[in-house]
């Protein structure tokens, strides 16, 4: 047995929603999918409540407060209505993530290092209503050190680029961003934080970053969401487990 802590899973349903909502209507149910996936051996559920609402819904995040046993992670954009479904909630974890608009999905990370007063004083409430707060951030150490000053607890790194490396094929590029995100979570280990990444991970890209012995989570929700088509929902999450476990061993 290994003796560093076990690195927690959290399965993101927003793509059930995604489905859900290219026809209107009530199926699939991302909420369904939420009891799945504890039942696979997730650790958390992760939602993006985003500004068009265009997966997660309002009434999907009220569902999700009632019906889990597992900690709700709720990503957010900084603003006002965000923060207030945020308090009326009080989800476990509230992660802020940039967005915009035209976007297909979170494209980067946050800019904490140009923003860092409006951000202490947007998280402050967050923190007091007991919320952890995290910031999804790219692997760099300004971010890093200004996510630290504004007070958060938990950083998420963005392992967006390093996916993309790997699935063109740009192998050195791989490397290199594998080698900047184990750096940087190291010293957001040191800076006190806890350290989570997520943002494209498949079972190809999986373990090389589940073997950081700084990380505690790791948020993963397109890709078991699109496996889940061939083996079921269960299989494709227990599986992601599986390979996190070894590569934690
Ligand atoms: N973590 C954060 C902060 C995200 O915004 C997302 C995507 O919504 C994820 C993790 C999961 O990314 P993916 O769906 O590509 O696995």
Do not use: W
Request: proline share 4%.
């Amino acid at each position: 047995m290994s003796d560093q802590p076990q690195l927690r899973l959290g399965v993101n349903i927003d793509h059930v929603a995604t489905v859900r909502n290219a026809r209107g209507g009530a199926y699939p149910d991302p909420l369904r999918a939420a009891k799945i996936a504890e039942e696979a051996g997730a650790d958390g559920i992760t939602a993006h409540l985003r500004e068009d609402r265009r997966h997660i819904s309002d009434a999907d995040i009220e569902g999700l407060a009632e019906v889990l046993s597992v900690p709700l992670n709720f990503e957010m954009a900084a603003t006002d209505e965000m923060q207030a479904i945020a308090l009326r909630h009080k989800p476990h974890a509230v992660c802020i993530v940039p967005e915009k608009r035209e976007e297909r999905t979170t494209e980067g990370g946050l800019e904490v290092a140009r923003e860092e007063n409006r951000l202490a004083h947007f998280i402050a409430p967050l923190r007091e209503a007991g919320c952890r707060v995290s910031i999804f951030i790219a692997a760099d150490r300004p971010q890093i050190e200004a996510a630290h000053r504004i007070g958060a607890q938990v950083i998420e790194l963005h392992t967006g680029a390093y996916c993309d490396a790997h699935a063109e094929g740009r192998f050195d590029d791989r490397d290199a961003e594998l080698e900047r995100l184990r750096e940087m979570a190291a010293l957001g280990h040191e800076l006190g934080l806890e350290v989570h990444a997520g943002h494209g991970l498949t079972y190809d890209t999986v373990k090389p970053i589940a073997a950081f012995p700084e990380l505690r989570e790791l948020n993963i929700g397109h890709f078991l969401i699109g496996e889940a088509i061939f083996r079921g929902l269960q299989p494709a999450i227990a599986e992601m487990r599986r390979l996190m476990d070894e590569a934690r061993a």
